[in-house]
């Protein structure tokens, strides 16, 4: 079925037709109610390259993923972003734009994006501190959203974020009531915004309780399982090794857990792990007991809130702004204990 066939059946022209599907306001609603009816009953949909030309609009949402050799976007945290967002798109009747690129080629693709008319819009993924893309895309006038914040930008510009620093300052304050002095930090990447932000709420409990920050206790990378082991290889084998570790993903969590069971160590016995937990739909920690003790906000309902926050800025250009910062649960697992006994209280 064509737009012309379903022409001929409603008895009306090609126009409007093509224009009560669209949402154009000067087709009366009850012919309206007909068409959509007829269109309904044999499984029409508009072609939206025809639609884009008659609305001006791409229905489309842009993701550009920079791959670059010590950070790569594309993960499983990433995957349960892009299903939340996805279910969004889909309601409205918008399709995903998704570009994985070479970074020396990003600015490129944003660029085309607008010149081409590719998307109505581009979600930013992953901010740095001092993010040049947010300048860019307010120059190049592309509606855009994005996932986290950017220190160091004057520009008023529309996101959704965890409060990491809260949530890491509560996760060692939590370690601190348990005892713990020699608490690790297994971070993300501290070029990135959160990971930033996760440390100076660890570093900020810490001297509260006038604990001062350990340089040996630090380690940062992109959150692998296997920067997890590492990390926590190389912090168990110090002299003075830490009672627990703070950890940035539940994913290099996972590796913590290896490298505690290579050595017949018990968590939250022997030693104490907290996790940040995303909530990731295929990765649950544990079922009725969690596993991991964990910060926890879950990336499918951001990648669900920042797509409604986007659709409604391509609605509505002159509307301004918009800012949500999510706060996390702490929920207690299996991995958190006392410090032992015989620890280094120092």
Not at 50 to 74: C, D, S
């Amino acid at each position: 079925m064509n737009l012309k066939g379903l022409s001929e059946i409603l008895g009306l022209s090609q126009t409007t037709v093509s224009r009560a599907l669209n949402g154009y306001p000067e087709v009366n609603e009850a012919t309206r109610k007909k068409i959509l009816d007829v269109a309904a009953k044999y499984n029409y949909t508009p072609n939206a390259r025809a639609k884009g030309l008659a609305t001006g609009r791409a229905n489309a949402i842009g993701h550009v993923i920079p791959i670059a050799n010590q950070h790569e976007m594309v993960n499983p945290i990433f995957g349960d972003f892009i299903a939340g967002a996805g279910e969004v798109y889909a309601r409205n009747n918008y399709e995903m734009v998704l570009s994985i690129i070479d970074d020396a080629n990003e600015e490129k693709v944003y660029r085309a994006f607008k010149t081409r008319g590719t998307v109505d819009g581009v979600i930013l993924h992953g901010p740095k501190m001092n993010d040049t893309r947010i300048a860019l895309l307010d120059e190049i006038g592309l509606p855009f959203v994005v996932h986290g914040r950017a220190s160091g930008i004057d520009t008023d510009y529309s996101w959704l974020d965890v409060n990491n620093r809260s949530a890491f300052r509560r996760a060692t304050e939590f370690l601190l009531d348990l005892g713990h002095k020699r608490i690790a930090l297994i971070n993300g990447l501290e070029t990135m915004d959160f990971a930033h932000r996760r440390r100076s709420g660890y570093e900020d409990a810490l001297s509260a309780r006038d604990v001062a920050p350990d340089p040996t206790l630090l380690r940062s990378n992109e959150m692998t399982e296997a920067f997890g082991y590492a990390s926590a290889v190389e912090l168990l084998g110090q002299s003075r090794p830490p009672t627990a570790l703070l950890v940035s993903s539940i994913i290099s969590a996972l590796g913590v857990r290896r490298a505690l069971d290579e050595r017949g160590l018990q968590m939250g016995r022997d030693i104490s792990i907290i996790t940040y937990d995303d909530g990731l739909s295929y990765l649950a920690n544990g079922a009725d007991v969690p596993i991991f003790t964990a910060t926890r906000s879950s990336v499918r309902d951001a990648g669900r809130a920042l797509s409604e926050m986007l659709l409604a800025q391509i609605n509505n250009p002159d509307a301004p702004p918009q800012h949500r910062l999510l706060e996390v649960e702490l929920t207690v697992g299996c991995s958190t204990g006392p410090a032992p006994a015989t620890s280094d209280p120092a």
